[in-house]
């Protein structure tokens, strides 16, 4: 069983940065591949990172990709989500997910775990 906890959402102005941090409970986070996903009001859940478990590998939606960094702590049970040069149609809850796999997925069902999701918003 894996508990997860995100962080440092908020309100941003476009071309802002801001840092997303998911704590997760449990001793064997460090064999989840951990991604992050988002919801806009009236849109479905999509992908937007995800990483292996050891850190090396990664793997960003096209509509992020080279604005935002997925990272983890392995020692601190924590994965990270750095998003830069922020659009208001970044407008989102963001979620981090867990999956029992070693494999950089990228479909929501294959992920086990769910935080409860921050919100972030962009402003224009």
């Known amino acids: 069983q894996v508990q997860l906890v995100e962080s440092g959402g908020g309100l941003v102005q476009a071309g802002g940065s801001l840092r997303l941090s998911c704590a997760a409970s449990?001793?064997?986070?460090?064999?989840?591949?951990m991604g992050w996903f988002r919801q806009a009001p009236g849109k479905e859940r999509e992908f937007v990172a995800a990483?292996?478990?050891?850190?090396?590998?990664?793997f960003y939606a096209d509509s992020v990709r080279g604005r935002f960094t997925i990272s983890r702590d392995n020692a601190k049970n924590t994965v990270y989500l750095q998003m830069n040069s922020l659009k208001p149609e970044d407008t989102a809850v963001y979620y981090c997910?867990?999956?029992?796999?070693?494999?950089?997925?990228?479909?929501?069902?294959?992920?086990?775990?769910w935080g409860q999701g921050t919100q972030v918003t962009v402003s224009s």
């Open positions: 997910a867990a999956a029992g796999t070693s494999a950089l997925v990228v479909r929501a069902r294959d992920y086990d775990y």
């Open positions: 449990g001793r064997t986070f460090s064999s989840y591949t």
């Open positions: 990483i292996n478990w050891s850190g090396r590998s990664t």
